[in-house]
């Protein structure tokens, strides 16, 4: 059964930046695409960006274009998120999300990882 | 970037049945794209509940079903148990240029 597994806790200084990872084990990401969903504290999901590994395409969010960046490694089924420019307001969990694509209008997110937390504070 | 507009917070009794709306816009919802569901229990990660507006992946209860009406969809728990009480999330796709996918702003729902 394939599980995503994601690096574990980060401590950040306002703005560094921040590189998250997950992989796929037990399986690949092979014919799926991979998200990253954040949740601030108490707060609820937003998408930030999703890559489909078999042709390294990503697509980002408007509000996080330019300081997001996600990549995907086939040869290892590990994807990787880089949040630059951190501010407090990016303190929160970073989950890396297995999508599906069933059909043209049928699009959403069979697995998740179980999140990163990621604080920035001076 | 687009959300989707859920009730903050639903509630209900155990055996009783409970239901949350999920209203979408022309991009996502209106313009054909299926809705799905999520569960997060406290602590934990999201979890697929519902998806294709009103399937239920493998080891999902029967409790739990969806509906789906151009831009408003629902997901109906009936006879609600204590481990249903969660935070609930819609999600579409968005043909706008803000973000391909779209969360709803999230369901509290809380079991009496």
């Known amino acids: 059964q394939v599980q995503v597994v994601q690096s574990g806790a980060e401590v950040k200084k306002p703005g560094s930046s921040v590189k998250v990872s997950c992989k796929a084990s037990?399986?690949?990401?092979?014919?799926?695409?991979i998200s990253w969903v954040r949740q601030a504290p108490g707060q609820g999901l937003e998408w930030m960006g999703r890559?489909?590994?078999?042709?390294?395409?990503?697509n980002y969010a408007e509000k996080f274009q330019g300081r997001v960046t996600i990549t995907a490694d086939k040869s290892t089924s590990t994807s990787y998120m880089e949040l630059t420019r951190l501010t407090s307001e990016d303190t929160a969990v970073y989950y890396c999300?297995?999508?599906?694509?069933?059909?043209?209008?049928?699009?959403?997110?069979?697995?998740w990882g179980r999140g990163t937390p990621v604080t920035v504070a001076s | 970037q687009p959300v989707l507009t859920q009730p903050p917070s639903v509630s209900g009794a155990p055996g009783q049945r409970v239901t949350i709306s999920c209203t979408g816009s022309?991009?996502?919802?209106?313009?054909?794209?299926?809705v799905h569901w999520y569960q997060q229990l406290p602590g934990r990660a999201p979890k697929l509940l519902i998806y294709g507006d009103k399937n239920r992946p493998s080891g999902v209860p029967d409790r739990f079903s969806g509906s789906r009406s151009g831009t408003a969809a629902s997901l109906a728990i009936t006879g609600l148990q204590a481990e249903d009480d969660a935070d609930y999330y819609c999600?579409?796709?968005?043909?706008?240029?803000?973000?391909?996918?779209?969360f709803g702003t999230g369901t509290k729902v809380t079991v009496l």
């Open positions: 890559i489909i590994p078999i042709i390294a395409r990503a």
């Open positions: 999600q579409s796709y968005d043909s706008s240029l803000s973000g391909l996918y779209v």
């Open positions: 037990g399986g690949s990401f092979s014919g799926y695409t």
């Open positions: 999300v297995r999508g599906v694509v069933e059909t043209a209008m049928s699009r959403y997110f069979d697995l």
């Open positions: 022309s991009s996502n919802m209106g313009a054909g794209y299926d």
